[in-house]
C-alpha cells in the first residue's frame, strides 16, 4: 500500500455514529430537463413513491406525499437547474404493494436483478463469482457507511449472506476500517453466523475506499479473472430496503462537517430536500463567512449556494472558512506525482486519463497549487 497515505486528521471535524433525522422537509425539489418526462402538472397530488419524472436513464421517484406547487431553479452539484417543486403534506402516503417476499433468499436471480433495475438506485454489476463489499467511507470524515453498519449490521449481513448464496458467489468480502473499533467488535460477533462472509479490516489510509484502488489492494489476481461483483456499502443497505419494501429508495445518509459547523452530524434527509433547509433545522454555524464543498475536502467540488439540492450523489457536505491562500510556482519536488496512487504526474499531465480526482496532489503540495483546478483547465 505504498501509494496511499495517511492523513492528519483535525478530531473537531469528525462525526459521531450517532444519525440524526431529517424526513419531513416542507418542500422538496426534483431535477427537470427538457426531454424529460413529467406526470404531473401543478396543483396535482403526488403519492410518496410516484414516478414524478422519467427519461432515457432512470425515473424520478417523490420522496414525499403532497401537491406540485410548479417549477422554480436550484442548484444541482455546480449548476443551476430548473426542478419541480412538491409542498409536504406530512402523511406519507403510498400505494399498496403485493407481494414481498419476508425472507430474501426465497428471491431468485431474476427477480433481484428486475426490482434493482427498476427502482434504478444501486448502479452494480452482479456478474461475477467473487463478491467485495466496500464499508470504508471513502473520504476523510465521512461517516455514512460507518453508521449505518453500527445501526443495520445485521441487515446488511443479511443481504451479502442472500447475494453470495443466490449468485452461487465462491467469496465474499466486507471490506472495513481496522481502526473502527466499535463496528470491528460488533462484526466479529455477529459474522460468525455467516461464514461466508470474510471480513477484511484494512489501514486508515487515503484513498483505499476508492473502487478501484480497494480492489486493486484486496483482490488477488487469480480471484479477479471469475470476475468481482462489486457493491458499496450503501448500495446493499439500498438493496435490502429494495428486497424489503418493494419501493424505491428516498432516504439518505450524508455527512455534514467542516470548520464551521459546531457540532459535525451524520444526517438521514429526503432525497430532494435542499440543504439551505438542512443546515437551519440541524446544523449550529460559528459566522456566515463561508464556503460550500460537496463530496469531500480533497476530493469534492465547491458549490455557489446553499441552494442545493441532495441528490442520492450527494455523500457530504462541508461548511469550511474562506481559504485566500495563493499558490507559489511549483519548485518541481514532485511530491504529487511519488504520492499519486493513480501514476499520474500533474506536473506534465502525464496519464491524465487514469486520474481518480482523489485530491492528494493538492493536499500534498508544498506551493499549495490547486491540480484540480490545473486539470480542469
Known sequence: MASLIR?????????????YNH????????????????????????????IVISNDKNNIYSSVSGKVLGMTK?????????????????????????????????????????LVSKFNFVDCDFSGEVILVNGIDYEVYENNKSALIKKYINEILEVIDALFTIFNAKKSFLAIKNNDSENVDLLIHHIGTYPNIDLKMLPDLYPLGHKDILK??????????????????????????ILKRQRPVTEKYITISGDLVVTPKVINVKIGS????????????????????????????????????????INSVFINTVNNDVAS???????????????????????????IKCGICTYVCPAKINFKKVFKK
Open 7 to 19: 492523513i492528519n486528521k483535525n478530531k473537531k471535524l469528525e462525526a459521531s455514529k450517532t444519525v
Open 23 to 50: 424526513l419531513s422537509p416542507d418542500y422538496i425539489y426534483i431535477p427537470y430537463k427538457k426531454d424529460d418526462v413529467l406526470y404531473f402538472k401543478t396543483n396535482d397530488s403526488v403519492l410518496k413513491d410516484d
Open 74 to 114: 436550484m442548484f444541482i452539484n455546480n449548476e443551476e437547474t430548473e426542478v419541480v417543486v412538491i409542498e409536504n403534506d406530512f402523511k406519507e402516503k403510498t400505494k399498496k404493494i403485493k407481494g414481498v417476499k419476508k425472507h430474501l433468499n426465497n428471491y431468485s436471480k431474476e427477480e433481484i436483478l428486475s
Open 216 to 241: 486493486k489492494e484486496l483482490i488477488m489476481p487469480k480471484d479477479k479473472q471469475n470476475g468481482i461483483m462489486y457493491f458499496d456499502l450503501i448500495d446493499i443497505y439500498n438493496i435490502y430496503n
Open 274 to 313: 435542499s440543504l439551505k433547509d438542512i443546515l437551519v433545522n440541524n446544523i449550529k454555524l460559528k459566522n456566515d463567512n463561508y464556503k460550500i464543498i460537496v463530496n469531500g475536502l480533497l476530493s469534492g467540488y465547491e458549490v455557489p449556494s446553499s441552494d442545493l439540492i441532495i441528490t442520492k450523489e
Open 329 to 355: 510556482n511549483c519548485i518541481n519536488c514532485g511530491m504529487c506525482h511519488t504520492k499519486c496512487p493513480a501514476g499520474v504526474d500533474p506536473r506534465t499531465g502525464k496519464n491524465k486519463d487514469k486520474c
